[in-house]
């Protein structure tokens, strides 16, 4: 696929960390990009300074994520691509003990329920949408593709750690999703990939290093090579290579300096 000014994409999560990062990577090529996110503030900001457009979207609202769709194709057409970055999580051991009453807890279903709904059903809402809207545009290039869309998955779908059950099975949801999405839509011209990052020097972390230095250190230390965290322009560049690279589909790819995930 192109990646100029004839491509429109949408990044949800667009105003900071890996979905901003892959924002400036996409208008450096020329892409019209809308950037979907609740940081009105920052997400204005951001779309002056880049060129961008802003949409105020809840990924958690379909009536939300239909108009922030509607307005965006209103301002830069049909978006070719979409790279799903935004997410709402929870933690939480599955039983763990209470010291307050003195006895065991479990977490309650609610939170996983929440955790699942921010991340597997958001991100089967984001990417349906935007395939309805790329199956009807016109084909492109020899390969006859209409879009790609790209979900964040996360390491911790096949590393969990301990109270991760939440995080770690909405993420393992999304990378089952890929390939049977990818055969759905296989006929349709829409490639569908995960990208899977580890240990990311994104705003959270970043609180880590300077709250707890020695953390975010021994953090970087644990990365077999590189020896650090991964940066959000190295995740923009990899969705870039995948926009390019009109091969790669039903794919989940580990971004990760080779890190396995210890329990702790």
Not at 153 to 164: F, K, P, R, T, V
Request: charged share 20%; aromatic share 6%; net charge negative.
């Amino acid at each position: 696929m192109k990646t100029d000014t004839s491509v429109s994409a949408i990044v949800t999560g667009g105003a900071s960390g890996l979905g901003l990062a892959t924002v400036r990577a996409m208008r450096e090529a020329g892409m019209k990009v809308a950037i979907f996110d609740l940081n009105e503030e920052a997400g204005n900001a951001l779309a002056d300074e880049l060129g961008a457009t802003f949409c105020k979207v809840d990924i958690m609202s379909e009536d939300s994520v239909l108009a922030g769709f509607e307005q965006a194709r209103a301002a830069n057409g049909q978006e070719r691509v979409l790279v799903h970055c935004a997410m709402v999580a929870g933690g939480g051991k599955t039983v763990s003990w209470d010291k307050a009453n003195n006895c065991y807890k479990r977490a309650p279903t609610e939170g996983f329920e929440r955790g699942m709904m921010g991340i597997a059903v958001a991100s089967y809402r984001m990417a349906s949408i935007a395939a309805l809207g790329m199956v009807q545009a016109d084909a492109m290039g020899d390969d006859g593709e209409r879009g790609l869309i790209i979900l964040t998955s996360s390491c911790a779908a096949e590393d969990g750690q301990i109270g991760q059950v939440t995080y770690g099975g909405g993420k393992g949801a999304v990378n089952a999703m890929v390939l049977p999405m990818a055969r759905d839509l296989m006929d349709l011209g829409i490639r569908v990939n995960a990208i899977m990052p580890g240990i990311f020097a994104t705003p959270p972390m970043l609180m880590v290093k300077e709250r707890a230095p020695a953390i975010f250190e021994g953090l970087g230390a644990s990365v077999p090579f590189p020896k650090r965290l991964g940066e959000p322009q190295e995740f923009g560049s990899l969705a870039m290579e995948l926009i390019r690279n009109t091969y790669f589909n039903g794919q989940c790819i580990r971004l990760d300096g080779g890190i396995r995930m210890p329990p702790r």
